[in-house]
């Protein structure tokens, strides 16, 4: 018989597979994951130690481990609850935006409200010297003690007051220990309980540990390990009590600081801060992961964004939530509706970990241009929070206050003096931007520090100070891109202004409208959707149906056509807010009265002649300021919401009430009495 030895290299990796195991083994022990998850974790150990080390699943077990082990299971950061603190960090990044502040520092108030509740204490024992003893040190401790000599009367006291945590001895008389377990999880879901116990019982505390217990003290009890016990449950309680964090979607058009809050948000409450794009977003799998059945499967890119950030608590942007796909890969807006509901994220499973991670401290922060466009079931787990459009005010303060010292430093100009004038930047306002939001006027600010920074160059040197006028600002940026083009044009029959809002936010919309001899046809261009279509047929049957009361001719569809254009047909436009502009443009067109051109309307109209509510009151009030309108007509039914808006934004524009559309076309169409 030949003995053959084994190849010293294949001893030596067996060796090194074995204390590469080991050492997870010992990793999983200490890092006291819940029972489930330390059992699967076992369990794949195991599994790996019968495998040969040069097998693929080999591998895969081992990163799975490893993985395991690097999320941040029990990982916080304490949220700093110093409003005042807050509210500075608030107002030195953004200005106005009062309602996202006033709803952060809510917030934060209510997490100082927990903080400060006091931490409630019983103790069960049937010894009376056990409990006052128990009782005195824990008071001294600065905790709200109550006691009880049974089983039976601690589970009363439950049912009257709210306990923080249990001492209960193990041997009572009436109710032991483990039946006042078991009956303390039906009562008080929340109060968690500590088995006190001789040394002849620590097999039964063990067993109360499996059933749900916090901890077990051995008799005589130390008095460091009671305190070190409590202090550690009031850390672990203090994460529990407020972890569910609000659920958060800054609704609003492009420009207009959603992320920048966000950012700011974190760092006021001291967390770490998380942001991924979910535009375009199609594939399911890259929010809850592959399985690991699939070769390179990889976890979610929620639980990775956890584990870069190495906390259970930070505050997780997910960017342009309106914007997400849908194909055969699957619906993400469908996993979006586990993580972002409060009831389910607790338990979210991601594919590759194939375990729940817990989500609920997570403060959840969506962006989104247009929220109508979201799924109706994902939309009822959001808190929309509305960002509107600036006004120039707010505008012309930001400038001065952010983007000017910023495009400053960005364009090397931080020893240089820009001063600005108002005139200046209110004239690039006007005259170059046309947008709710500040993108496209920071970008100009750039393009005419760019110029300087060139021209200082090229003079090979530098100005310390240079005054911007507005003269100057047009000699760098050249002729105006804007122009208030509804002041200053003509009015002629047939023709309405409408306001309407978009994703980009308010706009000023032009209504056409003619007839010409035809066949009883109502032509509808502009890119019109169905809603729109919808609001055109109504304004056409309300007129023809009241065409006496407007001094028109009962008859005049007979052999005609009446065709209907908004301009900028390559922009696709929906929505029932245009109705009235569309009723007053067929009137005018039908009785040979121009609309007035300094007048804008919005609002629904109904067949029998009703206006109803719209929505976007203060873009659209905005967009009537930026295009030169003097007067904005509204719904009756809107005046609660024109009631709350700030006096700079209804500056300068006077704001009608309409009940219905005679008292509108008395007051539009011009030579009307």
Same mark, same amino acid.
């Given at each position: 018989?030949?003995?053959?030895?084994?190849?010293?290299?294949?001893?030596?990796?067996?060796?090194?597979?074995?204390?590469?195991?080991?050492?997870?083994?010992?990793? @999983?022990?200490?890092?006291?994951?819940?029972?489930?998850?330390?059992?699967?974790?076992?369990?794949?150990? !195991?599994?790996? /130690?019968?495998?040969?080390?040069?097998?693929?699943?080999?591998?895969?077990?081992?990163? *799975?481990?490893?993985?395991?082990?690097?999320?941040?299971?029990?990982?916080?950061?304490?949220?700093?609850?110093?409003?005042?603190?807050?509210?500075?960090?608030?107002?030195?990044?953004?200005?106005?935006?009062?309602?996202?502040?006033?709803?952060?520092?809510? *917030?934060?108030?209510?997490?100082?409200? #927990?903080?400060?509740?006091?931490? $409630?204490?019983?103790?069960?024992?049937?010894?009376?010297?056990?409990?006052?003893?128990?009782?005195?040190?824990?008071?001294?401790?600065? *905790? &709200?003690?109550?006691?009880?000599?049974?089983?039976?009367?601690?589970?009363?006291?439950?049912?009257?007051?709210?306990?923080?945590?249990?001492?209960?001895?193990?041997?009572?008389?009436?109710?032991?220990?483990?039946?006042?377990?078991?009956?303390?999880?039906?009562?008080?879901?929340?109060?968690?309980?500590?088995?006190?116990?001789?040394?002849?019982?620590?097999?039964? +505390? @063990?067993?109360?540990?499996?059933?749900?217990?916090?901890?077990?003290?051995?008799?005589?009890?130390?008095?460091? !390990?009671?305190?070190?016990? @409590?202090?550690?449950?009031? =850390?672990?309680?203090?994460?529990?009590?407020?972890?569910?964090?609000?659920?958060?979607?800054?609704?609003?058009?492009?420009?207009?600081?959603?992320?920048?809050?966000?950012?700011?948000?974190?760092? +006021?409450?001291?967390?770490?801060?998380?942001?991924?794009?979910?535009?375009?977003?199609?594939? =399911?799998?890259?929010?809850?992961?592959?399985?690991?059945?699939?070769?390179?499967?990889?976890?979610?890119?929620?639980?990775?964004?956890?584990?870069?950030?190495?906390?259970?608590?930070?505050? #997780?942007?997910?960017?342009?939530?309106?914007?997400?796909?849908?194909?055969?890969?699957?619906?993400?807006?469908?996993?979006?509706?586990?993580?972002?509901?409060?009831?389910?994220?607790?338990?979210?499973?991601? $594919?590759?970990?194939?375990?729940?991670?817990?989500?609920?401290?997570?403060?959840?922060?969506?962006?989104?241009?247009?929220?109508?466009?979201?799924?109706?079931?994902?939309?009822?787990?959001? !808190?929309?929070?509305?960002?509107?459009? *600036?006004?120039?005010?707010?505008?012309?303060?930001?400038?001065?206050?952010?983007?000017?010292?910023?495009?400053?430093?960005?364009?090397?100009?931080?020893?240089?003096?820009?001063?600005?004038?108002?005139?200046?930047?209110?004239?690039?306002?006007?005259?170059?931007?046309?947008?709710?939001?500040?993108?496209?006027?920071?970008?100009?600010?750039?393009?005419?520090?760019?110029?300087?920074?060139?021209?200082?160059?090229?003079?090979?040197?530098?100005?310390? /100070?240079?005054?911007?006028?507005?003269?100057?600002?047009?000699?760098?940026?050249?002729?105006?891109?804007?122009?208030?083009?509804?002041?200053?044009?003509?009015?002629?029959?047939?023709?309405?202004?409408?306001?309407?809002?978009? !994703?980009?936010?308010?706009?000023?919309?032009?209504?056409?409208?003619?007839?010409?001899?035809?066949?009883?046809?109502?032509?509808?261009?502009?890119?019109?959707?169905?809603?729109?279509?919808?609001? +055109?047929?109504?304004?056409?049957?309300?007129?023809?149906?009241?065409?006496?009361?407007?001094?028109?001719?009962?008859?005049?569809?007979?052999?005609?056509?009446? $065709?209907?254009?908004?301009?900028?047909?390559?922009?696709?436009?929906?929505?029932?807010?245009?109705?009235?502009?569309?009723?007053?443009?067929?009137?005018?067109?039908?009785?040979?009265?121009?609309?007035?051109?300094?007048?804008?309307?919005?609002?629904?109209?109904?067949?029998?002649?009703?206006?109803?509510?719209?929505?976007?009151?203060?873009?659209?009030?905005?967009?009537?300021?930026?295009?030169?309108?003097?007067?904005?007509?509204?719904?009756?039914?809107?005046?609660?919401?024109?009631?709350?808006?700030?006096? =700079?934004?209804?500056?300068?524009? =006077?704001? @009608?009430?309409?009940?219905?559309?005679?008292?509108?076309?008395?007051?539009?169409? &011009?030579?009307?009495?």
């Amino acid at each position: 018989m030949i003995f053959t030895r084994k190849p010293e290299k294949q001893r030596e990796e067996s060796d090194k597979s074995n204390q590469e195991l080991s050492d997870l083994r010992a990793s @999983v022990e200490k890092a006291g994951l819940s029972a489930s998850l330390n059992a699967a974790a076992i369990k794949e150990l !195991e599994r790996m /130690e019968n495998m040969d080390t040069s097998a693929p699943e080999y591998s895969i077990g081992i990163n *799975y481990i490893e993985y395991l082990l690097s999320l941040p299971w029990h990982d916080f950061t304490n949220d700093n609850l110093d409003l005042v603190r807050a509210e500075k960090i608030m107002d030195s990044r953004h200005y106005g935006l009062n309602k996202i502040k006033e709803r952060m520092l809510e *917030y934060l108030s209510v997490r100082t409200l #927990f903080s400060l509740q006091a931490f $409630h204490v019983l103790v069960v024992d049937d010894e009376e010297i056990a409990r006052d003893n128990l009782e005195y040190i824990l008071k001294k401790e600065g *905790y &709200q003690v109550s006691t009880a000599a049974n089983g039976l009367e601690a589970v009363n006291i439950l049912k009257t007051r709210n306990i923080d945590l249990i001492l209960t001895d193990l041997k009572m008389e009436k109710m032991d220990g483990m039946q006042l377990l078991e009956s303390a999880k039906k009562v008080s879901p929340n109060a968690e309980l500590v088995m006190i116990t001789g040394f002849a019982t620590v097999t039964s +505390a @063990v067993d109360a540990l499996k059933k749900g217990a916090f901890h077990y003290l051995p008799k005589p009890i130390n008095l460091d !390990e009671l305190r070190a016990t @409590v202090r550690q449950l009031i =850390e672990r309680k203090k994460h529990l009590q407020m972890t569910r964090s609000p659920i958060l979607c800054f609704a609003g058009p492009p420009g207009t600081g959603k992320t920048s809050v966000g950012k700011a948000i974190a760092e +006021a409450l001291e967390r770490k801060f998380v942001r991924i794009s979910l535009a375009g977003l199609r594939d =399911e799998a890259d929010l809850r992961g592959h399985r690991r059945t699939y070769v390179g499967a990889m976890p979610g890119r929620i639980i990775n964004e956890i584990k870069r950030a190495g906390s259970r608590n930070p505050v #997780f942007m997910l960017d342009e939530i309106d914007k997400i796909g849908q194909d055969f890969r699957g619906d993400p807006a469908s996993v979006l509706l586990e993580i972002l509901d409060p009831e389910q994220n607790s338990h979210f499973t991601d $594919h590759y970990l194939d375990a729940p991670f817990d989500l609920s401290g997570v403060m959840f922060i969506s962006t989104a241009n247009v929220v109508e466009r979201l799924p109706a079931p994902l939309l009822d787990r959001l !808190e929309v929070i509305r960002f509107t459009g *600036y006004t120039e005010k707010e505008k012309e303060h930001i400038a001065k206050i952010h983007l000017i010292p910023r495009q400053l430093r960005e364009h090397g100009l931080m020893d240089m003096k820009a001063d600005f004038t108002n005139d200046a930047i209110s004239g690039i306002i006007r005259n170059y931007t046309m947008e709710a939001g500040l993108r496209n006027l920071e970008r100009e600010i750039a393009t005419i520090f760019r110029k300087i920074a060139r021209l200082s160059v090229q003079k090979n040197g530098r100005s310390d /100070e240079i005054r911007i006028d507005e003269a100057l600002v047009e000699k760098l940026l050249g002729p105006g891109k804007f122009s208030h083009e509804t002041a200053e044009r003509g009015s002629r029959p047939g023709v309405a202004t409408g306001l309407v809002w978009t !994703e980009f936010g308010g706009e000023i919309i032009f209504i056409e409208a003619s007839v010409m001899k035809g066949n009883r046809q109502l032509i509808l261009t502009g890119s019109m959707g169905n809603v729109l279509q919808e609001s +055109a047929q109504t304004a056409l049957s309300f007129v023809r149906s009241n065409a006496e009361q407007f001094g028109i001719e009962p008859d005049f569809f007979e052999g005609r056509d009446i $065709h209907i254009h908004i301009p900028s047909g390559a922009v696709p436009k929906d929505g029932p807010s245009a109705g009235v502009t569309i009723a007053v443009a067929l009137i005018s067109l039908l009785t040979g009265k121009p609309a007035r051109n300094d007048i804008a309307l919005t609002g629904e109209l109904t067949l029998s002649g009703r206006i109803l509510g719209v929505s976007g009151i203060r873009e659209k009030i905005l967009a009537a300021r930026r295009g030169g309108i003097k007067v904005t007509v509204f719904p009756e039914r809107n005046k609660p919401d024109i009631a709350v808006l700030e006096p =700079e934004v209804t500056e300068s524009v =006077e704001v @009608v009430l309409a009940e219905d559309v005679p008292g509108i076309v008395k007051l539009v169409l &011009q030579g009307t009495l």
